[in-house]
């Protein structure tokens, strides 16, 4: 198979049932230039591995499987298969998770027609639907609400929410170290990107987004990911565009207001007191976003006694 132009991006992990789905909807693209898909499976104790193995097997040179002999953990198993995509010499790189799935055939080329025209923009990205297995999960429909073509600066890139699986960027960028530590690796993989160029908004739905309990956003611990968030945020203010500094320093404490009350709500007091005694007294807590955020999840979680607005990653 020729250099591909776009490389694949794929992690799985218990995907049994979506992984044929995802891998299909890869390999049915109609593109005028090659593509590679790249797969790491962490080591499923169902049939993932299994589905994945016989996908590799008939179609030789198509796809690039790294089987993990023991679960690495989602962090890990992500930063081989970007190393892989990296190396395979694509010009830019797609993303696609394992439970989620493309439903344009025509995606990446709409996509890399795109950033070949546009060479000051890093990324593209489109809509999705959402399908919710989990009952809880508060948005529905599609992914983003509005469907019209947009240009995305990167000062807006900071509290920008996307579907990864729409994602296609320019294989330009180098991962810092501090990145082995986070959790949430689309996210700030975002915020590197809007470092080196604008994003590209389609308005085009290009695929299906699950929720579903196994998915790593459901057995991660919620105040774990959105206090690692907010730490590595302060780690990436260093790598910023002067732009995004401000935004940054208000997005820190807002993360923090979310475990502030998912720690009172799970009456865990003396850590709870702890960090909002930390957020008070910053600066960036006296902002509208941050003070509106305080005042919403004050009558949800406290008055209201729903604790579901807490589950919005």
């Not at 500094?245 to 475990?259: D, R, S």
């Amino acid at each position: 198979m020729d250099k591909p132009l776009v490389a694949v991006f794929m992690v799985t992990y218990n995907h049994e049932k979506y992984i044929s789905q995802a891998i299909k909807s890869v390999l049915e693209q109609k593109t005028s230039f090659p593509i590679k898909l790249f797969i790491g499976e962490d080591c499923s104790n169902d049939k993932t591995r299994d589905i994945c193995i016989d996908y590799f097997l008939s179609n030789p040179g198509r796809i690039k499987l790294f089987l993990n002999e023991i679960n690495i953990g989602g962090t890990k198993n992500s930063l081989q298969v970007y190393q892989a995509c990296l190396l395979s010499g694509a010009k830019y790189i797609a993303m696609l998770e394992g439970d989620d799935y493309w439903t344009d055939p025509y995606k990446l080329q709409k996509q890399v027609d795109f950033l070949e025209a546009h060479p000051d923009f890093s990324m593209t990205f489109g809509n999705a639907l959402i399908e919710d297995h989990t009952g809880k999960y508060r948005r529905q429909g599609l992914y983003i609400k509005r469907n019209e073509p947009e240009v995305i600066l990167p000062e807006m890139a900071i509290g920008l929410g996307l579907p990864t699986l729409t994602m296609v960027f320019r294989n330009n960028i180098q991962i810092p170290e501090w990145y082995n530590n986070v959790i949430s690796g689309d996210y700030f993989l975002r915020l590197i990107l809007s470092t080196k160029g604008n994003f590209y908004y389609h308005g085009e739905v290009f695929g299906i987004h699950r929720k579903h309990i196994s998915g790593i956003s459901r057995t991660t611990d919620k105040t774990q990911w959105v206090l690692n968030t907010a730490e590595n945020l302060k780690c990436f203010y260093s790598i910023c565009k002067e732009s995004q500094k401000k935004q940054i320093k208000v997005k820190i404490i807002w993360y923090k207001l979310y475990a502030f009350f998912r720690l009172l709500n799970k009456k865990k007091i003396i850590p709870s007191i702890k960090l909002f005694i930390e957020i008070i007294f910053s600066g960036y807590f006296y902002t509208r976003l941050n003070l509106g955020t305080f005042r919403l999840l004050f009558r949800e979680v406290v008055i209201k006694k729903d604790d579901n607005i807490l589950d919005i990653f």
